[in-house]
């Protein structure tokens, strides 16, 4: 199973424009590619979870891979 936490209300998600503007879809979708990539270019799935940051540098969430 492939757990994903992800809180949406800093800064880094809204902009201009309020929450659930195209900021968040933005930033959404470039921390999604950047999981993508970080998964694809690991050896193996350890059982300890993952911090997620936005593109500022905070910590916006967690992944985690649990066997079943």
Known sequence: ?????VE???AAFVGD???GGQ????ELGAML???GQHIEDLDS???EPHVIRDSNGN???SWQYVRD
């Open 1 to 5: 199973m492939f757990q994903l936490r």
């Open 8 to 10: 949406t209300s800093n």
């Open 17 to 19: 424009d309020g929450p």
């Open 23 to 26: 900021d968040l879809f933005r």
């Open 33 to 35: 590619r950047r999981l």
């Open 45 to 47: 799935l350890d059982e």
């Open 59 to 61: 910590t916006i969430g």
